[in-house]
């Protein structure tokens, strides 16, 4: 057993692998034997509101056990769901683009958020993805401003709310085209934030992509609404 081989036993002693979608223990990761055997809904391509027609790919609708598996994954702590999750997004965008030569970008998270949760689910999906992909993952945005949570606010409110609070850090430069990456898209508003905030930077966005897509327009969401 190699040295790298042996580091991801003793890892997966440390930290054991759970199923993404029923949470039971799976050695070696990935899903159990019976949630391999579900059919998931799957996510359909979608306009991002105000972008110029910039798209966004997701592998699952967001509903039932995904919707379960995604807030597991963002509210408590299931960091270990990051590689199963980040196969899928790879294996959506592999069937609808030509991801070679992109980078993989995520949605960033506000500082305060950050020390609240303890790590940005969206980039720990974007370093999967890309992994996967075999492409470069770079932390390109920043949230510099906060402002309210989306999932209290109203769809025209959540408009708003995004606008000037991403920014590219300072000394991003990147000549390759940005595939954008966020956990859920509900509405589009934070995406579609980001990918602004990138082009006015003079940064090119090929597409988005996220784990799961909501189709329907709510005024109101629970906690599951995109990033705050």
Known sequence: ?????????????VFPEHCPLCDALTPGGGLCGQCADRNLEPGEPRVLPGSGGCLCYAPFRYAGAVRRAVLRFKFRGRRDYAPWFGRQIARELRGRIDPAGAVLAPVPISRRRLRERGYNQSLLLARAAAEELGLPCVDLLEKYAENETQHTLSRSQRERNVRHVYRVKKGKAMQKEIILLDDIVTTGFTLAACVSALEQAGLRVRCCAALAANPHRREKTGEESGNP
């Open 1 to 13: 057993m190699s040295l790298c081989d042996w580091g991801r036993f003793l890892l997966a002693l």
